[in-house]
């Protein structure tokens, strides 16, 4: 049986999103659901200890039941239709807008590769592909170790988290109405 990725999605839908924030890069991360600890022990022979020195570190997050990744992709976060910030903009203040409001909906849009996402107080959040196979975000699911993945080609996945890339099989998304 084939799950619809908004399907996947809904129990996030009416929960308060918290702890949005800027990962590496371009990358956007928000939390949702009852929150948690996650403790990473420092890892000295990571392969990219040279370039990143937290991994000499341990490193400890404040998690959600539930959180989304949004990955190196154009990004857009506007309240009540006013750009707040984007990928490249450095308003950390302004992303933390949406700390608070509860997600109300996502939109597809697969033939654009975008998504949208709203909040009840106002608040939006846009992903647009960069490049066709641009990964747009992906959901964790810590009730079902399953990770929900939407790509700017318009396909999905939907695995246990440690499924190996060669192992995934991208379905076609249909188009939000």
């Given at each position: ?104 909906g996502v939109t ?70």
């Amino acid at each position: 049986m084939t799950l619809d990725p908004l399907q996947i999605i809904a129990p996030v839908i009416g929960l308060p999103c918290w702890n949005v924030r800027r990962g590496i890069s371009t990358f956007l991360m928000l939390e949702f659901g009852e929150p948690y600890l996650v403790i990473d022990e420092p890892q000295p022979d990571h392969p990219k200890i040279h370039v990143l020195s937290m991994f000499k570190y341990r490193q400890i997050t404040l998690r959600g039941e539930y959180h989304i990744r949004i990955e190196e992709v154009q990004w857009q976060i506007l309240q009540d239709g006013m750009l707040l910030a984007h990928q490249r903009s450095h308003a950390d203040e302004a992303i933390r807008f949406l700390d608070g409001q509860i997600l109300t909906g996502v939109t597809l849009d697969p033939e654009r590769g975008s998504s949208v996402f709203t909040f009840d107080l106002g608040g939006t959040l846009t992903t647009t592909r960069i490049e066709p196979d641009d990964e747009l975000w992906t959901l964790y699911d810590d009730h079902t170790d399953y990770t929900l993945t939407y790509r700017g080609d318009g396909k999905y996945v939907y695995n246990p988290g440690d499924t190996p890339p060669n192992e995934q099989v991208w379905l076609p998304c249909p188009r939000s109405t």
